[in-house]
């Protein structure tokens, strides 16, 4: 900024004002700084600027490994939202998707984006039943965070995913209104809140609605396809099922998989309903009904909150918030 005052025959505060955004300067001079700052390639520090306004301009971002393409949408809705607000994104990954060998990772990563000094942080929680002591540090720096996917009961912080008890509830509707009878429910089990609400849902839809129809329910022990585990359990389950309900695609693979060993068609002898509109991955190339969760706009949603908890600068301030987004039936015929 020294040099740049020299060639302009100005004070570094008046350029300091100009190149800032802060301050009203005449148009021919504001014009003329920066011109001469991009023929010098400036570029502001953004640590300086952070030490004397308190923020640094960096948001952190927690997913799991590998991404996956609803991970990756979710990512793009949030980067998206805050490419347009000079807000930089430090995205850091949890390996693998639960368990104590994950909690103790995204600790590490948590920490980590403490001491980056960031803004906010976006989390895909490793634990659903984590404890206000699980967060104490972002607990003690206010430092505002937004979980998004899997729901924090226990702890004070603004909430955005899938209405998945509603999305359970419509399988279930589909599913009836073909006039099916003996119906499957494929599970992760209930230690993860979007297996246990849209389980909820559907077995509340199914009950309150129709006594004369079967539902028996298969409890994976977690999202992967677990092709054996299911065409074990239909091949010894002593009568045919006619409809089934998979709370993910990953499981849905796996159930289409297992239905072709055993020579049984999709749709005709068996109506199959996934979630997750994960599409012709892992070799699948056989696209099934499933439901579009919308995840560019819980990335973009999420951004959304949480930068309204920045600029309030006092997270007690603002109720907790919860978002959940609706998903949307893709019917590809099954």
Do not use: W
């Given at each position: ?10 004070s ?5 004002r ?6 009203k ?7 003329k700084?920066?011109?001469v ?9 953004r640590l300086v600027r ?7 301009g960096?948001?952190g ?7 996956g393409?609803f991970?990756s ?8 939202y ?10 850091s990954q949890?390996h693998?998707?639960?368990g ?8 590490k ?8 000094r ?12 984590a ?24 702890f004070?912080?603004?909430f955005v995913?899938?209405?998945?008890l509603a ?6 509707s589909?599913?009836?209104?073909r ?19 849209r ?8 009950k309150s ?8 329910t298969?409890?994976?022990p ?7 585990l299911?065409?074990a ?8 099922v ?12 796996g159930?289409?998989?297992?239905l ?24 699948y190339a056989?696209?099934?009904s ?15 909150l949480l ?19 609706h ?8």
């Open positions: 900024m020294k040099v740049i005052a020299e060639e302009v025959g100005l570094m505060m008046t350029v300091s100009v190149l800032s955004g802060n301050g300067v005449a148009p021919a001079t504001a014009q700084i920066h011109e700052a991009e023929r010098l390639k400036y570029r502001p520090n952070a030490m004397r306004i308190g923020r640094s960096l948001i971002v927690v997913m799991p490994t590998g991404l393409s991970y949408r979710v990512l793009s809705g949030v980067h998206d805050f490419a347009e607000r000079d807000t930089s994104i430090l995205l949890v693998g998707d639960q104590e060998g994950a909690i103790e990772d995204e600790l990563v948590i920490h980590r984006l403490i001491e980056m960031v803004d906010g942080i976006i989390l895909r929680p490793a634990n659903d039943e404890t206000p002591h699980y967060f104490e540090e972002i607990l003690d720096r206010g430092i505002p965070m937004v979980a998004l996917d899997r729901y924090l009961p226990s004070p912080c603004d995913g899938t209405d998945d999305g359970g509830e419509e399988a279930a589909l599913l009836l209104a006039g099916l009878k003996n119906l499957l429910l494929v599970t992760a089990g209930d230690k993860v809140g979007t297996s246990r609400d389980a909820a849902g559907f077995r509340n839809h199914v609605s129709r006594a004369d129809v079967s539902l028996d298969l409890v994976c977690n999202f992967a396809p677990n092709e054996d299911i065409h359990y239909l091949s010894a389950l002593g009568k045919p006619d409809g089934i309900f998979a709370i993910s695609d990953n499981l849905g693979i159930c289409f998989r297992a072709r060993k055993l020579n049984r068609r999709i749709p005709e002898d068996v109506a199959l309903v996934g979630f997750g509109a994960v599409g012709t991955s892992d070799g056989f696209p099934f499933t439901f579009d969760q919308h995840p560019e706009l819980i990335g973009k949603s999420a951004g959304e930068a309204k908890r920045i600029a309030n600068n006092a997270r007690k301030a603002l109720p907790k918030q919860t978002v959940r987004i998903a949307s039936f893709l019917d590809r015929g099954t």
